[in-house]
């Protein structure tokens, strides 16, 4: 089985929204949908790495805080899967998106979520995030 490693980052602010981007119409996975940052783990690069490296290169800001969240794995194929650790994370600038990137970017509320067009596994970590900040309010 090839085993793909990942990190993801649920961006938040103190009003309690989370960044979300419009994948760039180029890309050739998912173009146009909407996503949080992250990506694929490099060689000997830790989960951490990975977040601060992506959230860089993607929105070119500085990470002010990171906590890890939860562990997903998803199974593309018989032989395939992605193992994603996420991490909710504060940003120490105002995010400017890397137009390779995203397309566009949004700070959204929870009930905002239905009206963008989300990656399935986004909408799932999104949701899990909400519900698990709004038992903690």
Same mark, same amino acid.
């Given at each position: 089985?090839?085993? !793909?490693?990942?990190?993801?980052?649920?961006?938040?602010?103190?009003?309690?929204?989370?960044?979300?981007?419009?994948?760039? %119409?180029?890309? =050739?996975?998912?173009?146009?949908?909407?996503?949080?940052?992250?990506? =694929?783990?490099?060689?000997? #690069?830790?989960?951490?790495?990975?977040?601060?490296?992506?959230?860089?290169?993607?929105?070119?800001?500085?990470? %002010? *805080?990171?906590?890890?969240?939860?562990?997903?794995?998803?199974?593309?194929?018989? #032989?395939?899967e992605v193992r994603t650790e996420v991490f909710i994370v504060r940003l120490t600038d %105002?995010?400017?998106?890397?137009? #390779? %990137?995203? *397309? !566009?970017?949004?700070?959204?509320?929870?009930?905002?979520?239905?009206?963008?067009?989300?990656? *399935?596994?986004?909408?799932?970590?999104?949701?899990?995030?909400?519900?698990?900040?709004?038992?903690?309010?």
């Amino acid at each position: 089985m090839i085993v !793909q490693l990942a990190a993801s980052a649920i961006i938040v602010r103190g009003d309690g929204r989370v960044l979300i981007g419009r994948r760039n %119409d180029l890309k =050739k996975i998912a173009p146009g949908l909407w996503e949080t940052i992250g990506g =694929k783990i490099e060689n000997n #690069e830790t989960a951490e790495e990975c977040i601060r490296r992506e959230i860089w290169e993607e929105i070119r800001s500085g990470v %002010d *805080s990171l906590e890890f969240f939860r562990h997903y794995v998803y199974r593309l194929s018989p #032989e395939f899967e992605v193992r994603t650790e996420v991490f909710i994370v504060r940003l120490t600038d %105002d995010p400017s998106p890397n137009e #390779e %990137d995203f *397309s !566009q970017i949004r700070w959204i509320k929870c009930d905002e979520m239905k009206t963008y067009n989300l990656i *399935s596994e986004i909408q799932t970590r999104l949701s899990e995030y909400f519900e698990a900040t709004a038992s903690t309010a």
